[in-house]
Structures are given as structure tokens and as C-alpha cells.
């Protein structure tokens, strides 16, 4: 793998220094030079791309769970398992496979960016602290010509943590093309990823109780409850769509780079993936007292779990480009999407195949109004009647400075599969669940005139599926409501800025599907130019803080998520960051959880994982256009 890993870096370095074929004559090479678009972009008849960050706000929280500044819970290292602090059900029905702690750290066909670039495009991103924490970042993209583009990205994250056995060792590796043809009628995409992620398993601290009475101790020489076990995952997935459109076809130019439109009103597309995931859960001994059974060998434990997906998807679109005054129907998507699973665990073979009929829709209701709406059902396979439908009244005032958005959707989803079957060594069922309902209805309002945005929801699950403390699956009788108001509000004066996040989350059943009250994430820092400007200074503090609820634990043996029994919380965090930008240079200084100079350790956010305590970063991210 080393070896590759260098040919691919080496091929690389060879072609950035080569001749490169520009999109046009530009002199000139920067971020407006470079663009990209997503899977999620590929749907639209007009290719709008994506300019690269040169602000880089938020670039303090290089975490991968915290992209979004949305509150996630964490073991206390980089690398390790994660979930949302706030529930919100998933849009997806059918297989799912339910192993999610680690997706934050997986590349996926979802993250890819196709690039289009006027020039060979290299980014170095790389962070490092003295306790053998770094995660460095390579990103590389070329346009061939005009119409062809490729792109490799390569991640590497190793943390060995504060506390014995927490070592994290994660390996990513992906590559794209994208190609257009003459007439830009005929488009392509591929990629091809590789995951190998790598996690010690310590299973939390053996007792809690020495934060109170000693407050002054090496965490590294605190007792951890599992002594020899690690977490694997392995995941390769491929990707290919390729689509055809009819009709006129021509180019927009924006900043240099051309912006694809097609005036068709049909296009066919189909798209292939391919996944192939293995999890591994091992320990060479069995520590007593932590596992209630031992159902294969009571010695070790060697849990083999594989998952092979195939899916394809088969679309017509139609887009109405003429843009009528009146009402009418702007664009009509129908798919036909097929998908087999090959599912693994230990002993248990299984296979599984799903077939969908989706169809998503726009239309013009006013000149500021549109409405969209979307819907998946499953009409034969072993998830049969499965559905989702979701629709969104877009409304759009003063100018698109205020923009409303009503939503409402409703799903009946297949429990995670990992609740139906599990063949564990220390874990075995076979459950017989019903599907969950679900009905979610919000009202959106964002402000752009005055930088905030609000959120109102509310959602209602029934037959609702967890694990208990003892980690075994249930399924709840009766129902579960939530209500969520989420707010965010920019405050700039002057050089002085605040960046304010709320949460609020009410459950109706703390006991099953407990949350925190409120979260709140603000940003205060001062951004000033220095030395006329070529030197841009940013510096300031994040403060987190959430309500005190009854917290998850952690199952190591099935790398997931389930009620615990303290209540955790009610303690803020606070980093203290500087960040300079000096041309295509970014520099980070950070002390992470700097208010642990005033409390002793033992925050934790789930049960018996402390979070680290305070530490010193180092971060470098570097632009090369040219």
C-alpha cells in the first residue's frame, strides 16, 4: 500500500510540473480559477460550481465531525467514534447497515468534488500536537484539457490519545475524473475510494470517582476496562454515472472558469456503485466482568462482519426551459434504482435486494414562490413498501435578502439492520421489528440582510428502535415527539465578530431518547490586516456548552451508541485560537479546552471517556494555483 500510496505522489509532483492544458488563456491563477461540484450538484441542468474557502473561518475546528458546527459527542481522542448531540432521523430507507460511528472519517461518493481548474491545483493541509496527534490532508487536481479533469486526495490521521489503549490510526485514498464531451452533451464521473481505519478500544475508564478525589494525575497511568482490543474498517467503493442530454447546449463564463447549462428537456443518466465494507473486532484475551456472554470462544474474540453493496440507478430527467411567467412545472426527475446487499457476520450469511421507484419534481408556483418535492418507495425486495416522501414550499422576499422555507416529510423506514441480526461473539439476536414512522414538519427563515437564520421543527417517531443499557435492541409501543429550534446570528463591528449558534431540543421520552435542552456554540474573534494587508490576523475563543441529560455509552464490540445511566454535561470548553493568512499560507495556534486550567479533569461527554484534556495544536494548511 506504501508503495502505491508514493507512485500515486510521484505521478503527481511529475504532472504539476508539466505542460498543463488551460481552460482558457488566463495569466493569472487563484482561487477563482478553481471550482468544483459535488454528487448532489450532478442533478440540476445548470452546473453551478463551488469556490474553494480563502476565508477559512472556522478552520480552528479541523475536527471531521465538526464541519457544520453541529454538536457531536466524541471519546476524547481524534479519531474515535462519534454521533450527533441532537437527534434527527435519516432520510434514507431500505438497508442500512447502521456501523455510522466512524462515517465522519470515511470517504464517500457523497464527498468527492469533481474540480475544474484553469491551472494544476495542490492543497497541503497538516496538524500536529506534542501527544503524537497529526492529521495530514493532500489534495491535487488537473484539468488534462478542457474537458477532462482528474483529482486524488490523500488523508492520514494517527492520535495516540491521552489514556491507554486509545490509539487511532486512520487511512484514506481516493482519485476522480470527470469528463465532458465536445458538444457537452455526454458527461462522466468516476471515483475510486479506500478507508482503512484503525481504532484501540479501551472501553473507558475503571472507575470515575478519582476525578473528585485526586484532580492532579497522569491519565496514562489510569486503569481502562478492556486491556487487547481493537476496531478495524475496511471500505473500498466505486463509482461511475454517466449521462446524455438533448437539446441545445451552451457555456456560461464566470471568473474564468466555465459554468455547464444545457437547454435540453430530457437527459438519461445511470449511475453505478459499488461498496465493499469489512469491520473487524478483536481481542486477543477477554477481560472479565466487562462482557455479560461469551457465545464463540471465551478466550478471544476474532467478530468478522462484511457487507458487499451493488446498486444501480436508471434516470430520466425533464427540464422546462421556458420560462413562463404563469405557473409551471420547472424540472421532473423518475429513477429506477436496484440494490443488493451481501451481508456477512461470522456464521450468518444472508442476501438481500431492494428495488425503488424514485421521483423528485419542481415547480414554479409564483414568480418567488417554487415548491419541490421528492419521493422513494420501495415496491419489491425484502424492504418492500418502504417509503419517503419530503416537499419544501421555497419563498423568496426582498430581493432573495429573506428567504422561508416550509417543509414537511413522512417515512416508514427497516430498523437498522444491525438492531434485526447480530452473531457476536458477545452479542447474538434475531429480531422481528416493524418499520419506524416518521413525520417531520419545519419552518425555516434566513435572513441574509442581517446574517441569521432560524429553525423550527418538529418530529414524530413511532415504533421506535434503540438499545438499552445493556446494549440489546428494543423497540418502543408507543410514540416519541420532538421539538427543535436552531438559531444562528453573525455580529460584526467593526473589526470585532461573533458567531453565534443555539440549539434547544425538547424529547417527550428522556428515558428512551434522551437530549441535552440547549447547545450553545459561539465564536468571538478579532480579524485585522496587517503590514498593508498582507498579512490577515484572526484571533479569538470558541466557547461550547450543553445542558446536563442522562448521557450514551459506548459499545466497543459493535462500534455503536447506547443509552447509558449518568447524567453528563453542564460543563463549557473553551479554545483559545490565532490563525494568519500570508498569501496562500494559512498558520493555526490553538489550545484546546484552555478553561482546564480552572476545573480538574473528568468531563466527559459519554459514560466513562473522558475528553482530553487541554493541549497545544499546530495547524498549516498551504494553496498552490500553479
Not at 505521478?11 to 454528487?39: C, E, H, M, Q
Not at 434514507?92 to 456501523?99: M, N, P, T
Not at 470515511?106 to 500536537?129: D, G, H, V
Not at 466482568?289 to 436508471?314: E, P, V, W
Request: aromatic share 16%; hydrophobic share 40%; with cysteine.
Amino acid at each position: 500500500m506504501t508503495k502505491k500510496i508514493y507512485s500515486i505522489l510521484l505521478f503527481i509532483l511529475i504532472s504539476k510540473w508539466g505542460v498543463a492544458v488551460g481552460i482558457d488563456s488566463v495569466n493569472k491563477y487563484g482561487p477563482n480559477t478553481v471550482r468544483f461540484i459535488t454528487l448532489s450538484a450532478q442533478t440540476a441542468d445548470t452546473l453551478f460550481f463551488e469556490s474553494i474557502d480563502t476565508n477559512y473561518i472556522g478552520f480552528q475546528n479541523f475536527h471531521p465531525a465538526s464541519t457544520q458546527n453541529i454538536p457531536f459527542l466524541n471519546l476524547g481522542n481524534l479519531g474515535t467514534a462519534t454521533q450527533p448531540l441532537f437527534f434527527e432521523n435519516t432520510d434514507l430507507i431500505g438497508f442500512q447497515e447502521g456501523w455510522s460511528a466512524f462515517n465522519h472519517y470515511l470517504t464517500s461518493a457523497e464527498k468527492i468534488k469533481y474540480y475544474r481548474t484553469a491551472s494544476p491545483y495542490t492543497q497541503l493541509k497538516y496538524f500536529w500536537n506534542r501527544k503524537q496527534e497529526q492529521l495530514f490532508a493532500f489534495t491535487f487536481a488537473q484539468n488534462i484539457s478542457p474537458r477532462l479533469n482528474y483529482a486524488v486526495n490523500y488523508t492520514r490521521l494517527v492520535s495516540v490519545g491521552d489514556y491507554q489503549l486509545q490509539k487511532t490510526d486512520h487511512l484514506n485514498l481516493d482519485a476522480s475524473i470527470w469528463y465532458t464531451s465536445k458538444n457537452n452533451r455526454y458527461k462522466f464521473w468516476f471515483a475510486a475510494m479506500s478507508n482503512n481505519l484503525t481504532a484501540k478500544e479501551n472501553g473507558g475508564v475503571k472507575s470515575d470517582s478519582v476525578f473528585n478525589s485526586n484532580p492532579i494525575y497522569d491519565p496514562l497511568f489510569e486503569p481502562v476496562k478492556l486491556s487487547a482490543a481493537s476496531n478495524q474498517l475496511r471500505q473500498t467503493e466505486i463509482y461511475f454515472k454517466q449521462s446524455y442530454a438533448f437539446g441545445k447546449t451552451y457555456k456560461l463564463s464566470l471568473d474564468s472558469i466555465s459554468i455547464d447549462k444545457v437547454e435540453n428537456k430530457y437527459r438519461f443518466s445511470h449511475a453505478f456503485n459499488y461498496l465493499n465494507k469489512v469491520i473487524n473486532f478483536n481481542e486477543s484475551k477477554i477481560d472479565s466482568g466487562y462482557y455479560a456472554n461469551a457465545y464463540i470462544d471465551t478466550t478471544r474474540t476474532a467478530d468478522y462482519t462484511q457487507l458487499k453493496k451493488f446498486s444501480s440507478l436508471l434516470s430520466y430527467e425533464y427540464y422546462n426551459q421556458e420560462h413562463l411567467a404563469k405557473s409551471q412545472l420547472k424540472s421532473f426527475t423518475i429513477s429506477l434504482k436496484n440494490q443488493l446487499v451481501l451481508f456477512q457476520n461470522n456464521n450468518f450469511d444472508t442476501t438481500l435486494s431492494e428495488h425503488h421507484l424514485i421521483a423528485t419534481s419542481e415547480f414554479q408556483l409564483a414568480p418567488k414562490i417554487t415548491y419541490t418535492a421528492s419521493a422513494d418507495y420501495i415496491f419489491a425486495g425484502i424492504f418492500k413498501s418502504n417509503y419517503f416522501f419530503h416537499s419544501v414550499l421555497t419563498y423568496n422576499l426582498f430581493q432573495s435578502k429573506l428567504i422561508a422555507k416550509l417543509g414537511f416529510s413522512t417515512s416508514s423506514q427497516s430498523p437498522v439492520f444491525n438492531a434485526l441480526q447480530a452473531h457476536n461473539n458477545h452479542y447474538q439476536w434475531a429480531n422481528q421489528f416493524v418499520s419506524v414512522q416518521n413525520q417531520k414538519a419545519y419552518l425555516q427563515l434566513d435572513i441574509k440582510s442581517i446574517a441569521a437564520s432560524i429553525k423550527f421543527m418538529h418530529q414524530q417517531i413511532s415504533n421506535y428502535v434503540y438499545f438499552d443499557t445493556q446494549f440489546a435492541p428494543q423497540q418502543l409501543s408507543s410514540n416519541i415527539s420532538l421539538n427543535t429550534i436552531c438559531f444562528s446570528k453573525q455580529i460584526t463591528w467593526r473589526a470585532l465578530h461573533f458567531d453565534n449558534y443555539i440549539y434547544l431540543q425538547q424529547s417527550s421520552n428522556q428515558q428512551i431518547l434522551p437530549q441535552p435542552s440547549f447547545h450553545i456554540y459561539n465564536s468571538t474573534y478579532v480579524q485585522l490586516p496587517i503590514f498593508k494587508a498582507a498579512l490577515k490576523l484572526r484571533a479569538g475563543l470558541d466557547t461550547r456548552y450543553y445542558s446536563a441529560y442522562q448521557a450514551y455509552a459506548y459499545s466497543p464490540a459493535n462500534m455503536m451508541f447506547h443509552l447509558g445511566t449518568k447524567n453528563l454535561g453542564g460543563f463549557p470548553i473553551v479554545d483559545v485560537f490565532v490563525t494568519a493568512k500570508l498569501k496562500r499560507a494559512v498558520l493555526l495556534f490553538k489550545l484546546e479546552h484552555a478553561n482546564n486550567l480552572l476545573n480538574s479533569y473528568g468531563e466527559m461527554m459519554v459514560s466513562n471517556y473522558p475528553i482530553a484534556p487541554r493541549t497545544f495544536k499546530l495547524g498549516l494548511l498551504w494553496n498552490f494555483y500553479d
